[in-house]
């Protein structure tokens, strides 16, 4: 029923490549003036011959269209179109498919099918501060036997919809899950998956299906469709959000993508002498400004809330868009989907640096958030080398770059700018738009980076650190952030760019719950904190300028800030939070009255562990303390 309202909508739209119903279905494809397209039809999948070809007839500018009227259901397609004189023409399943058959090569008419009921929206998201958001993979969190899930699922969709799978989630307490891309990747081949195959799946293929190898069954085109949805529905039934990991900064290549295979030449950017430009590090960029490529990005979008119902995006290599294609996709999708990226390319673009999403020109985005390198680094250390350490490994300097952090990016009286390690000035209008992290699935893990950033460090004191760490992450005003398996103290085996490495490297070893429940227990009961306590997510900067202040200290690596909980409606009148990277205990002096210690030296308990009566905080070695009045 609902497919048929998104139907509908679509029927407005630029790339609604394929309408099918049981009395006719229409192709419709954008390609340029002279591309004389074709749509071929095919029995199954797997025939190489056509069973007919059918020539497209223009219906406007770049626009070719043309109908049968018979029930095509269950046929599969591809488009062909002319190049220049000599071309090899390519088939292509278009840049829209919604169905496709194994590996995406040949498009799929299938009827969608219906939505499960449990599938409704979840209620409206109030604010991304109360966001706790987990990044995670499909074969990371599942593929290994230690999760005692049933091997037929372990590696899919219908991993997240196991009840083991969600119990785990929900005893965390994350509200949102950020999945890995899951849209129609390269990297992977459909037709091996019984061997062992690895891929993060930065390589779209056809951005709007799902990806087959995460189905029971790749080659049915139904199934990863419903079993996507299966996922998602079971998500929402636990009051989790999905949110998208979306990559349409760069294709595979240029020339075996869809976009070029349909209208070559108009969806990338060029540098002056012809090139392609490379602000993606993967030998092309998209060109979001050009009026087809903004459609598409706006549609797909609206293709997953409407057909999938995900509940937010995260855009890889955001900084390659443009400022006003982003505002644009904002505008067109429900208010609260959430919209995060990385607010930088990984070269430069051929675009001027000012019109593009780069994390500092964050304020011009509407509601869309970036993550901060700032208070990252400024923990765990430099991006460039993961040998050196930050604040965990006890090295001063890092302060007012985790204080950045701490208030969300805002603009602060008390942060020290010319002392921030990246940005010189804030570049939020609200902390809601800084995703708060220090770690996610590029780069090492957390346990990695503390074992190659210290020396010998022995496990008391990583786990000291580890729980350090996500407390800045789970006590800052931004939006927080955690890569899966942290909470399990994860590792990957020294390896920092894991994208192809064997699940050997990438798994989750659920063992590690029983061997560290303390590490656990410590995430959840912090994550519980957070939700408890809206002084730690004050979601506006006038109320964070307000109602956080910094107390003084007197060495560095210590950090302690006082937030008035009464004036934003929190249950504690006022709250404070000292965080001490040294390797011995500290003292920090506080507002004389009778505070009641809620969290010491790895341990939680908003009842009370304690109290300080004579203004002085003793903060044990490399951890956090918590206090409230
Ligand atoms: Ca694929």
Redesign the pocket.
Known sequence: MLFSVASSLMAQQTFNELEYSPQQTTFTLNAPSSARPVVKLFNAAGDKKPAHTLEMKAVGKDRWQVTVRKDLKGRYYAFNIGGKRGDVRQDTPGVFAKAVGV??QRGAIIELPPFVEEEARLPQLESPADLIIYELHHRDFSIDPSSALPERVRGKYLALAEPKSIAHLKALGVNAVHILPSF???S?D?TRLDEPQYNWGYDP?NYNVP???YSTDPYDPECRIQEFRQMVAALHKAGIRVILDVVYNHTFDIEGSNFHKTYPGYYYRYNADGSPSNGSGCGNETASEKDLMRQFMIESMRWWVDTYHIDGFRVDLMGIHDIETMNQIKAALPEDIFIYGEGWSAGACAYPQKQLAMKANTRQLNGIAAFSDEMRDALRGPFSDDTKGAFLAGLPGNEESIKFGIVGAVDHPQVDMSQVNYSKASWVNDPTQMISYVSCHDDMCLTDRLRASIQDIQEDELIRLDLLAQTAVLTSQGVPFLLSGEEMLRDKKGVHNSYNSPDSINRLDWDNLRRYPHVFGYYANLIALRKAHPAFRMATAERVKDNLRFLPVSQPCLIAWQLNGKAVGDSWDDIIVVLNGNREDACVDIPQGAWTIVLDNGVVRPEGLGSIQDGKAIVKAQSALILKK
């Open positions: 590996n995406g129609d990747y390269a992977v459909e293929v990806e087959g190898s």
